[in-house]
């Protein structure tokens, strides 16, 4: 979570944002809080819808089959506004990291923490599958720990952008979770979304991916040619992973077939979705009330998790979230001050390794152009001496030597670039609240404002 950048909007509709949650390839998420004070988190998409009447009804309809998606362990699409060339998405606001950043900060799961989770992401795939919908992008930056379990967000967001007009986004999907099938250029089903799901597991349970490489490409190639490194998982849930990264998408288990098996249940029992639901709640969560742990679909007068809602014409109305008030609890609290701990811990390990020894790797992230409003990848290699390389843009067409240009290590010379409409000029590297993440600011040759900015992870 960050500040608003002077560029960001502060309202869309009736929604004040106050901070920015983070970014992606389809668009900016904001912190923002309804007329009545709630807590949502408000995407707003890149790219404005196009103007021909039959893109704009799909559009509408894949907005309108995301919303009919059952509330087990999903974080719930509320509102969305799909007029003019801002459109945005309102959804529930989870308090928690995601996924991501806890194995980063706190290192891999096991035991019941690591059954709870392939539960609860199992289960909530199986929730988006049944009302028809396909994620498209199931990774553990899509999987959010919050106070009731793993919630999965931003199902069918990269469907809804692919009905929008051309973007010069760079290609849906995380390279290291891409399944075979989309790498061939085919179509994404609900068994890419189980692939997905079985490397988020063994990413759980290890804390590397299980396809590593130094480039994009040669993740790629070992996603289509080599083996996974599925490191400590064992037993059942191995057998599961396993059976999810079958090469032919007709060979994989879907979700509910994937929940049975970790529930041990026959499926002759009660909804596999309301049992998964339940055995994916933490400990902690048995304190909550009873109407926090209620599924959306049994508080509304629609039961059923795929019956259709109302037709969608331009703005969706859905009922106003109200606020939660809580009382601070003890472990909160604890939570809290281990997260300053460890932002100065972050700082300490800035301080005194932002000198080109302590940055020496290989990072990878993405970027946005302030102007051209455009999402890419980038990567850099850093050598212990403070010299490397630098790739970025679409399919990393853009390449440049970097090297120290002062200023105690944090400022480099972006020099000898190659690539058609890419341009020399400086690099600042900069911390960020995990050690092993930077936020990098580019500006061009010649001008003084940033020309784009994002974050990059050390990959190795």
């Not at 992401?121 to 009302?131: D, F, S, V």
């Not at 879907?254 to 970790?262: K, N, T």
Request: charged residues 20%; aromatic residues 6%; contains cysteine.
């Amino acid at each position: 979570m960050s500040e608003l950048r002077p560029d960001d909007p502060r309202h869309l509709g009736s929604y004040r944002l106050s901070r920015r949650l983070g970014q992606g390839g389809q668009g900016v998420v904001y912190l923002g809080h309804s007329p009545q004070g709630a807590q949502v988190a408000v995407k707003l998409l890149h790219a404005g819808l196009s103007a021909d009447p039959a893109v704009r009804r799909r559009f509408l309809g894949e907005v309108e089959a995301v919303r009919r998606v059952a509330a087990f362990c999903t974080a719930q699409l509320l509102d969305a506004d799909l007029e003019g060339d801002r459109p945005y998405l309102v959804s529930e606001y989870v308090e928690g990291p995601s996924l991501r950043e806890h194995v980063t900060a706190r290192g891999p799961a096991l035991g019941g923490s690591l059954e709870r989770l392939a539960i609860g992401t199992a289960t909530a795939l199986g929730a988006i599958h049944r009302a028809g919908v396909v994620h498209r992008d199931f990774k553990p930056g899509n999987v959010l720990l919050g106070l009731d379990g793993p919630r999965v967000i931003d199902f069918g967001i990269s469907r809804l952008v692919g009905t929008t007009v051309t973007t010069g986004l760079s290609p849906v999907g995380t390279p290291a979770y891409l399944p075979p099938e989309r790498i061939n250029g085919e179509g994404a089903g609900p068994p890419a979304d189980l692939w997905a799901w079985a490397l988020t597991v063994a990413y759980t349970a290890s804390g590397r991916h299980a396809y590593t490489g130094e480039t994009y490409q040669e993740v790629l190639a070992r996603i289509l040619f080599g083996k996974p490194d599925l490191g400590p998982l064992g037993g059942r849930l191995r057998e599961i992973v396993e059976a999810c990264l079958a090469r032919e998408p007709g060979d994989r288990p879907d979700a509910e077939e994937v929940l049975r098996r970790l529930l041990g249940q026959d499926g002759s029992g009660g909804d596999v979705l309301t049992s998964g639901a339940m055995a994916a709640l933490p400990p902690s969560a048995a304190a909550l009330p009873s109407s926090a742990l209620t599924p959306l679909s049994a508080a509304t007068t629609d039961p059923a998790p795929t019956s259709a809602f109302p037709a969608v014409t331009g703005t969706i109305l859905a009922p106003e979230p109200r606020p939660v008030r809580r009382r601070l609890r003890v472990w909160q609290v604890v939570v809290g001050l281990a997260g300053l701990g460890m932002a100065v811990a972050g700082a300490v390990y800035w301080l005194q390794g932002a000198y080109a020894p302590g940055l020496a790797g290989t990072w990878t992230g993405s970027a946005e152009h302030a102007t051209a409003e455009r999402v890419f990848p980038v990567e850099l290699r850093l050598g212990e001496d403070g010299a490397g390389t630098m790739r970025w843009g679409s399919d990393l067409h853009c390449s440049g030597r970097i090297g120290l240009d002062g200023d105690g290590g944090t400022v480099y010379a972006l020099h000898e670039v190659a690539g058609e409409a890419c341009y020399p000029g400086t690099l600042r590297l900069l911390p960020t609240a995990y050690a092993d993440q930077l936020a990098i600011k580019v500006t061009r040759e010649g001008q003084e404002e940033v020309t784009y900015s994002g974050t990059v992870t050390r990959a190795s």
